[in-house]
């Protein structure tokens, strides 16, 4: 077999392939909104497996039922107002842009390891409960992190790689659009 017969078959396996997904999809779109967040995670859920970055959690982010997702007891960050409302508007303006780190309880519950107020601001926001239909996004952690010693650990990691905004330089950014009437 030469190079343009391995092309010609790779191109007629990916036309196949596309083909079976264009099936699927009109098949899919007059089901309800669970069915098709149910069947979009299914097929999230098997491309996971045959991912090469399936060690990766990202490669996986699902869409669940908000009231599924559940605040862990020991997050030590807090959020004062002006700064969730600066979620809540990023979350508004940009979509959900990260998911939140989660643990699968195998209860149908879902426990937040980071995303704590983006779980909020997705269950508590009129606007952006509605537009996500109140599903929230979310990530599963490696199954060798879900110890409780690791989960605190995790979050506390997660909090930290955030670091802390100078003062100063977040005056400027503020000054700066401030004078662009923002």
């Not at 010609?8 to 392939?17: G, V």
């Not at 704590?116 to 599903?135: A, L, M, T, W």
């Not at 952690?141 to 100078?166: F, L, M, P, W, Y």
Request: hydrophobic share 35%; net charge negative; proline share 4%.
């Amino acid at each position: 077999m030469d190079l343009f017969d391995l092309i010609e078959q790779t191109s007629k396996r990916e036309l196949d392939i596309i083909s079976k997904f264009e099936t699927l999809i009109n098949e899919v779109k007059d089901y309800s909104l669970s069915d098709k967040v149910d069947v979009m995670n299914s097929v999230k859920t098997m491309m996971h497996e045959i991912s090469p970055f399936a060690s990766e959690p990202v490669d996986c982010v699902l869409w669940v039922k908000n009231n599924t997702v559940i605040a862990n007891d020991y997050n030590p960050n807090n959020v004062a107002p002006p700064e969730m409302e600066l979620l809540r508007l990023s979350i508004s303006n940009d979509g959900y842009t990260q998911p939140i780190v989660s643990m699968d309880n195998g209860d149908e519950t879902r426990e937040v390891i980071d995303g704590f107020h983006r779980n909020r601001v997705g269950k508590e926001c009129p606007d952006i409960q509605s537009r996500v239909h109140g599903y929230l996004p979310v990530v599963t952690i490696r199954e060798s992190q879900k110890g409780h010693n690791d989960r605190v650990a995790s979050t506390i990691r997660h909090n930290r790689a955030r670091g802390k905004h100078r003062i100063d330089s977040m005056a400027d950014i503020v000054l700066d659009l401030k004078k662009r009437n923002w």
